[in-house]
């Protein structure tokens, strides 16, 4: 399922709980696909806290508990750990990640805290959604068959890349227009991670924000990028990257294009994706600004002059999902509109 699918899901699910209708989730996807990253969204859109538990690392008495005598009793005292109203809020997610790397005996552990939101006398608070996350077999992790008992605990998710939600989250989050103008370019290697080999560093969703802060360190130091590029997303997909960034001195003048200037689209497809990341990303600083209609104009018009309409249409939609319905009372975005219709209707 597209990552934008499963944080609708998981936002319901966090909800669900005000309800008493919360499910358990476990998530699952190779490394580096954004599970971890979709738990933390959806609690920074709520405010509340995520307890991450990384069940790999634990023992089953982590977990459960240490034993202690009182009188002719043996009481177990509740780990630090787990969600409390007073230490952690009314609200929040507990994250058992790594789950499919933890020993069946943790796991085993688990089993009543998933299920009956209890361990012992402990109880998980009302408010607080339990979510998972863990690697398939075949992805080269440490990892366990999930007991039978276990899985039946969750619903289960299977987590895909979808490139135009990597898109629309790295514009969000100031990712560099020139990592994802390449992403567009060639759009296969937002993941290819292949398990039979066994790679080091791989092209993956979370690699690519590594390449984005390398770009940030080392733009300026040239002979030291492509090797920073490669240790971040793999030997051949470092070496693209860097060819992509050194051909970007032939970009036509984007202040030029905001300011309504007549500028001729690059003829190079590698360019257009390169300019079109750009103005997207001009867009998204102008807008509050006392200029952004006339700035998003600018853009529109000239969407309306690549040689391929797909990529006018690209370009349009990246900016919409990035500055939101102000952009259809911009007067160009009718003309524009109007342009490629038989383009959205019929494509």
Known sequence: MRPAQLLAILEREFKSTDAGHHTPV??????????????????????????????????????????FRIDDTVEWAIPGILPDVKRHGEKGILFLDEITSAAPTVSAAAYQLILDRRLGEYKVPDGWAIFAAGNRQGDRGVTYTMPAPLANRFSHFEVDTHLDDWVAWAYKNGIDEKVIAFLRFRPELLFDFDPAHNPVAFPS??????????LQKFGDHPELLLGTLQACVGPAAGIELKAFVDNLDNMPDI??????????VPKEVDLQYAVAASLVGRA????????????????????????????????????????????????????WAKDIADVMLYN
Request: charged share 25%.
């Open 26 to 67: 476990m998530l699952w996807g190779p490394p580096g696909v954004g599970k971890s990253q979709m738990i933390a969204q959806v609690a920074e859109h709520n405010d509340v806290e995520v307890i991450d538990i990384r069940l790999s690392q634990m023992e089953p008495t982590d977990l459960r508990g240490i034993p």
């Open 205 to 214: 969703p979370r690699s690519w924000e590594f390449a984005h802060r390398g």
């Open 255 to 264: 202040d030029a294009i905001l300011q309504g200037e007549d500028i001729s």
């Open 284 to 335: 998204i600083r102008a807008k509050g600004e006392g200029d952004s209609q006339e700035v998003w104009g600018h853009i529109l018009d000239y969407a309306r002059s690549f040689p391929q309409r797909e990529m006018g249409v690209m370009l349009v939609s990246d900016m919409h999902r990035a500055v939101g319905e102000e952009m259809f009372a911009v007067p160009q975005f009718s003309t």
